[in-house]
Structures are given as C-alpha cells and as structure tokens.
C-alpha cells in the first residue's frame, strides 16, 4: 500500500480558493486510483472525488461538481484537490485516499487513506 500525507487546508472566505495536495510513498502510486472524501461535524465521510491511475477519467460528487477540480501529477507521487467557489458547507475534513485498481467512489473500497487536513469556510 501507499502512505498517503495531505496538505493545503486551511481557514477561506466564501468564494475563495485552496488547493489540497496528497503526497504518496511507495512505487506502485501510478497504479493507484485516487479519491478525496471529507467528513463535516457531525456527518459522515463522504465521497467529494475520483481519478483513475492514468488521470484520463474523473468523478465528482454532484455537490462540488463546476467548482472542484481533481488532477495527479504521477512523476510527482502527488494527487490534487482544486476547490473554487468554496461554500460554508464545504467546511471539513478532507481525506486522501488510494486503492489499487480502478476508479471508485465507497470509502470501504480504498485501503490507504492520509491522516486528513481541515479546510474552513468562513460566510
């Protein structure tokens, strides 16, 4: 498996921008279809989106779709997380996470996952 270290959160004002960042370890990382969930307070974790190991596909949550964007830089180990027009409700706990095979967006199909990085979104 893959360890997996996110960064980039942050305190933003609504209407701001960050970019979250997914840094892996291990060789196989090109392998890896990649994902980033995030769990608010009080909820559970949910699914925001999704690249295959290749990069030629992507899946967004209904939620963050037009305003998030999701890439990889395989040369780099590095998996991206561009969140524009961010909204309060998209305050959480955002969670990077890899599985070794295709494109999925169940938390329960991804068996490595970083320690997750806070993003707030002031109104």
């Known amino acids: 498996q893959v360890q997996l270290v996110e960064s980039g959160g942050g305190l933003v004002q609504a209407g701001g921008s960050l970019r979250l960042s997914c840094a892996a370890s291990?060789?196989?990382?090109?392998?890896?279809?990649m994902g980033w969930f995030r769990q608010g307070p009080g909820k559970e974790r949910e699914f925001v989106a999704a690249?295959?190991?290749?990069?030629?596909?992507?899946n967004y949550a209904d939620s963050v779709k037009g305003r998030f964007t999701i890439s990889r830089d395989n040369a780099k180990n590095t998996v991206y997380l561009q969140m524009n027009s961010l909204k309060p409700e998209d305050t959480a706990v955002y969670y990077c996470a890899g599985r070794y095979g295709g494109i999925a967006t169940i938390p329960n199909y991804f068996g490595s996952w970083g320690q997750g990085t806070q993003v707030t979104v002031s109104s």
């Open positions: 690249i295959t190991w290749s990069g030629d596909r992507t």
């Open positions: 291990g060789r196989t990382f090109s392998s890896y279809a």
